[in-house]
């Protein structure tokens, strides 16, 4: 089966631009994560969706960052200024189940720069 | 707050030598425990997980891993690494079945020498 995917896999923007991340998780998945990876830290949860609704937006950082979830399908994380600290690896990954038992399927990643 | 750690933050070995690498996690209900993989310029990879039964796990590619509940613990094994298995590893936490979201530690860089 397809992975997940991500796109770009990087991308370099200036402090106070818009950048918008994609992600197509495989097809089924009902559930969709995005996690964000500062350097040289953990890996930390930022959102949850179940198809189109947001379940768990709690790890979101501010009101900077937007996702959304069209249809159910792919989706899409923004983040509007960018600032420094926005950089990063943002991943994201889907599963069937809540991935509790099976674990997730993860994206290569997008590696954000904000200079 | 619940929190993952992983000790050894960059580990280098020589090819044939044993592999442990430490995690330990705050928590005191019951967790589902995992171990994901790296590899340069690839996607995240579970690499095996636990979540009841056998405290003694095994995954792919020759790693097992042991919960210890007493210790909270879930260190990575392999009696013999490989140059292929030069990545960054990561322990990971979820609070028992049902929940979603995922504690992770800070990682493990593996380098194995040739």
């Known amino acids: 089966e397809a992975g997940v995917t991500q796109f770009p896999s990087h991308s370099v923007i200036e402090k106070g631009q818009t950048v918008t991340l994609r992600c197509d998780p495989i097809?089924?998945?009902?559930?969709l994560y995005w996690y964000r990876r500062v350097m040289g830290k953990e890996i930390k949860f930022l959102l949850h969706?179940?198809?189109?609704?947001?379940?768990?937006e709690s790890g979101m950082p501010n009101n900077r960052f937007l996702a959304e979830r069209t249809g159910g399908t792919y989706s899409t994380l923004k983040v509007q200024p960018a600032e420094l600290e926005d950089s990063g690896v943002y991943f994201c990954a889907s599963s069937q189940d809540s991935g509790s038992t099976y674990g997730y399927t993860f994206g290569s990643g997008t590696r954000l720069t904000v200079v | 707050a619940q929190s993952v750690s992983q000790h050894n933050h960059h580990v280098i070995l020589s090819e044939a030598a044993s592999l442990e690498l430490g995690c330990n996690y705050s928590y005191g209900g019951t967790v589902n425990l995992f171990w994901y993989v790296q590899y340069p310029g690839q996607h995240l990879q579970l690499l095996l997980k636990y979540f009841s039964g056998d405290p003694l796990v095994k995954g792919i590619k020759g790693f097992e891993a042991e919960f210890i509940k007493s210790k909270f613990s879930f260190n990575l094994r392999k009696p013999s690494v490989q140059w292929s298995d030069t990545a960054e590893y990561f322990c990971a936490v979820n609070q028992g079945s049902g929940t979603y979201k995922y504690i992770f530690g800070t990682g493990t860089r593996l380098k194995v020498l040739a």
């Open positions: 097809s089924g998945h009902d559930n």
């Open positions: 969706f179940v198809k189109e609704s947001k379940q768990d």
